[in-house]
């Protein structure tokens, strides 16, 4: 196409766009309250942009730039549409159009800066308002509540600067600086760089972790001058919990898409959408990783600043894309929950037992795969607190508690997993008894028995072969055990432990993952195979003098840290050719893996390197292999295998005993 | 054996193992793809070759072959990974060559007589008498049973 066809497609579809950016106007006049219009009009002002920049129309670009800022607070209620805002928009649109035509006839585009700076006026009031959103994400929520547990304060500092202040970035760095002098600066909103350069109006937020009172934090500010107000606010516990994402207290301000909160998510607008187009996003995204981790290799390589910057920059990004990505995964545990209720009830009086049970947290969100595969577990674990754990309401009676059981079943979020519990006021678990049956099912010996502590005898419910029904009942005991549920519940990347006390009840806890889909491996070479680690699996790696290693009734052991530790040799467990015939050099890499406080080392060729991984399936036809949890596709394209750290060690301990 | 193919006949992909022409359904073939890097994967029968990187999703590969109890061939410029799914899953196919789609007129399909050449009967679905040549067709859900996966799983 020659520039001039290109120019008659854009004249065309300008008209078009200003055609319809009027219509869409007068809609909006006649009904304020509908955003609908707004929404429309944002697109096409969008699209006008896109098209002139392309065209090299700069001004026609600005004008549409501003125009759609200014559409974008009246979207965001930023606040009530004012007749002025009106007449700016059709001024605007006005202008557009005979920009278009100016285009057409190949004549100069006008000069819009007059209007440019009308609509400016609007937007600096929209960057004072939404920048007051205070939000934390995990790692900042953790790190205060760390904070508050040894013994500091956690405060969140609002500093508005008064109208006449002339270097406002100067009057936010002393307050920085005095804010540091009483304590650590953890967070800035907006950011240092932001307000070093002015891009603030007159408020921002410092969150200062201190030993320093609230009355001193606040008099070492009242020094500075031309501070209209400064607001300390002390952030307990809860405070931090209500701000996980969410506006800052005192702030109700018109809240950005990205830092709506989950629990209102019904409020907002939504779409459904198929599954399997979400997977294929998913899939897009992962290759997108693997590409990514190639260029960051590369850049490695190259050394250039400008190429590294990029890099950086995209990973910014995709860290954002990707919690985005993963959200849209993410599904409340309501759904799983619901069918609970009625199925508790049919239980409860098929068993002859009264119970009421309650749910909380069923706004808790998983990412879909979990949510699909939690039920059976659940299920389980309530019919085992049913049948095992609550009394009849006789013997309830009899030993005075009320005649109603209770069961809870509730879902939160702590640090980075959800968590799941089921509790009953049931009888509890008597150690004993489940010592003896270890005992009598050959599961532990006798000496070993007497080392347990509460937590690893409670953990021997979990082994295979185990089931602590006096009989065999038609509602559990089906020769199904805890056992079956743990596999399944590891097999989703997460774990379950639980606690008892005799007379008063039992807690099963299950722990999950949030995201599944992608991890940080450590890719290992053995022989001419890799294989992925994953990383929160991995205590410490380490080169070993081939000296080093010990036999100990011919299982090759290692001493780390004062402890005997089990060595596994990787291309053992996957039958790996060796190189050159198996001839060693004298040191060997060691990964050593925990699960729990379970310690085994993996004997590798090499270490090559930290990686985001995405987890995938090996698909249904391979469903379980022993000792691989998944596949990655690396950055060459070819297929690493993601290792099961926790069956090896089980083997391990299953061979020990 | 009285299937759906009495009445309309269907098109089937060809594809060749040894002397032999195999028919696998086309509407249960999603595409064939030329050799690739196979990862291995431990633990699993001598037929799974491994997995593939398919577009982004990691598929298992089985040797036919091998399946089948042939003997092996060293993979050539001709080899090709026909990719196949059953209901539940989604595998490819080792075979020495992939080339034709042919349409089996009704009619033609017989059970497959015992003792035919190597493979075992409980994986055919039937012959196609052809003009010029015998196709066997293959039943896909019975190579595909996963109780032979955790058969030899077990085994090991």
């Given at each position: 196409m020659s520039d001039q066809t290109y120019l008659n497609v854009f004249v065309e579809e300008g008209r078009e766009h200003v055609q319809r950016m009027n219509t869409l106007l007068l809609d909006l006049e006649n009904d304020p309250e509908n955003k609908e219009p707004v929404q429309e009009l944002f697109r096409s002002a969008h699209t006008l942009k896109g098209m002139s920049a392309t065209m090299g129309f700069e001004t026609m670009a600005d004008l549409t730039h501003e125009l759609e800022n200014v559409l974008q607070q009246v979207r965001d209620g930023v606040h009530p549409l004012k007749d002025e805002t009106m007449d700016i928009l059709f001024q605007g649109v006005d202008r557009l159009e005979m920009m278009v035509e100016q285009a057409a006839n190949g004549e100069p585009l006008a000069d819009v800066s007059d209007l440019l700076s009308k609509l400016r006026g609007g937007e600096e009031e929209k960057t004072a308002v939404t920048q007051q959103d205070v939000s934390f994400d995990g790692y900042e929520r953790e790190l205060f509540e760390t904070s508050l547990d040894n013994g500091y304060y956690v405060f969140l500092v609002k500093v508005t600067l008064s109208e006449q202040c002339v270097l406002k970035g100067a009057r936010a760095y002393m307050v920085y600086e005095a804010l540091e002098k009483t304590g650590d600066v953890a967070k800035a909103v907006p950011s240092v760089e932001d307000l070093e350069e002015e891009k603030f109006d007159r408020t921002f937020h410092f969150v200062t972790i201190t030993k320093e009172e609230e009355q001193h934090v606040k008099r070492s500010l009242e020094q500075i001058s031309e501070l209209e107000s400064v607001d300390v606010t002390a952030l307990s516990r809860d405070a931090l919990k209500q701000k996980q994402g969410v506006t800052a207290k005192g702030d109700v301000t018109a809240k950005t898409v990205r830092s709506?909160?989950?629990?209102?998510?019904?409020?907002t607008k939504s779409i459904r959408v198929d599954i399997e187009r979400l997977d294929a996003l998913m899939n897009l995204f992962s290759e997108w990783v693997i590409d990514r981790g190639r260029i960051e290799q590369i850049a490695g390589e190259l050394n250039r600043a400008d190429l590294t910057e990029v890099v950086e920059h995209m990973n910014r990004i995709g860290s954002e894309l990707q919690e985005t990505v993963l959200n849209l995964r993410m599904v409340p545990v309501e759904q799983v929950f619901n069918r609970f209720p009625r199925m508790v009830r049919d239980l409860a009086k098929e068993l002859n037992k009264d119970v009421q049970l309650e749910i909380t947290g069923a706004d808790t969100e998983l990412d879909r795969t979990v949510i699909d595969e939690i039920g059976d577990p659940l299920v389980h674990l309530l019919r085992n607190a049913l049948d095992h754990g609550l009394e009849t309401p006789k013997e309830r009676r009899e030993k005075g508690k009320p005649e109603t059981g209770h069961i809870s079943l509730r879902a939160f979020y702590s640090g980075n997993h959800a968590f799941i519990e089921i509790a009953d006021d049931g009888a509890g678990i008597s150690r004993d008894k489940v010592l003896q049956k270890a005992l009598k099912n050959g599961i532990i010996d006798r000496e070993s028995a007497d080392k347990l502590g509460d937590a690893q005898v409670y953990d021997l419910l979990f082994a295979s072969g185990f089931s602590t029904a006096e009989q065999v009942t038609d509602v559990s005991g089906r020769g199904v055990g805890l056992d079956v549920v743990r596999t399944k519940i590891e097999s989703l990347g997460g774990s379950v432990s639980v606690q008892s006390e005799e007379g008063k009840g039992t807690t099963f806890s299950i722990q999950l993952p949030l995201t599944l889909s992608i991890l940080t491996a450590l890719l290992v070479r053995t022989g001419d195979e890799t294989y992925a680690i994953p990383i929160n699996a991995i205590l410490e790696t380490g080169k070993f003098d081939r000296s080093e290693i010990q036999k100990v009734h011919g299982q090759p052991v290692l001493r780390f840290r004062k402890r005997i530790v089990p060595l596994v040799p990787l291309h053992e467990v996957f039958s790996v050719p060796q190189r050159d015939g198996g001839v060693h050099n004298d040191s060997v890499f060691v990964v050593i893996v925990k699960k729990g406080d379970q310690l085994t080392g993996l004997v590798v060729d090499e270490l090559l390197g930290q990686q985001e991984v995405v987890l995938k399936s090996l698909g249904n036809y391979l469903n379980q292999v022993f000792a691989i949890s998944g596949a990655t596709i690396l950055g060459d394209g070819r297929v690493a295998l993601i290792v099961d750290t926790n069956a090896l060690i089980q083997q391990q301990e299953a061979m020990a005993v | 054996m009285e299937t759906r193919v009495a009445e309309t006949g269907r098109k089937v992909i060809v594809f060749r193992l040894g002397e032999e022409d195999y028919g696998v359904d086309v509407q249960q073939v999603d595409s064939i793809e030329r050799m690739q890097p196979i990862t291995r994967v431990a633990n699993v029968p001598d037929f799974v070759q491994g997995v593939i990187n398919l577009r982004g999703v990691v598929t298992p590969v089985i040797d036919l072959r091998s399946k089948f109890g042939m003997p092996q061939k060293e993979h050539d410029e001709s080899t090709r990974i026909v990719i196949v799914h059953t209901e539940n899953v989604q595998v490819g196919l080792i075979v020495d060559s992939a080339h034709d789609v042919m349409h089996i007129p009704a009619g033609v399909v017989e059970e497959p007589p015992s003792g035919?050449?190597?493979?075992?009967?409980?994986?055919?679905e039937g012959v196609a008498k052809l003009e010029d040549r015998l196709l066997v067709l293959l039943n896909l859900d019975r190579v595909l049973s996963r109780e032979d996966v955790r058969e030899i799983q077990k085994e090991d």
């Open positions: 709506a909160p989950a629990h209102k998510a019904k409020a | 035919l050449g190597e493979v075992d009967a409980r994986y055919l």
